[in-house]
């Protein structure tokens, strides 16, 4: 049975910090490209970050790059987001998605949420 499960969300203030990370287990994680997307209510779910299997090539949307850091540790089948200096745009669900040549996966989501 395949399973991503989000954790790590929660409120927070603007600047601070907060680390997703996401739990796989029922497929061969190494061989799967990860990402992290989001869903701010209202609007689209958009790509925040990837990372690629192999030699884990890393890609940002423009709107976090700088700010937030994706890794994946192939040994523990986890994937990470490390989020700094948050602010109130950044206020979403995040997803973790799962992607090979011929499956796609995705877990719950845990919600964000940036406000003073």
């Known amino acids: 049975q395949v399973q991503l499960v989000e954790s790590g969300g929660g409120l927070v203030q603007p600047g601070e910090s907060l680390r997703l990370s996401c739990a796989a287990s029922?497929?061969?994680?190494?061989?799967?490209?990860m990402s992290w997307y989001r869903q701010a209510p209202g609007k689209e779910r958009e790509l925040v970050a990837s990372?690629?299997?192999?030699?884990?090539?890393?890609n940002y949307a423009d709107s976090v790059k700088g700010r937030f850091t994706i890794s994946r540790d192939n040994a523990k089948n986890r994937v990470d987001l490390q989020m700094n200096n948050l602010n109130p745009e950044d206020t979403a669900v995040y997803y973790c998605?799962?992607?090979?040549?011929?499956?796609?996966?995705w877990g719950q989501g845990t919600q964000v949420t940036v406000s003073s």
């Open positions: 998605k799962a992607v090979s040549n011929w499956y796609e996966y």
């Open positions: 029922g497929f061969t994680f190494s061989t799967y490209a």
């Open positions: 990372i690629s299997r192999g030699v884990g090539r890393t």
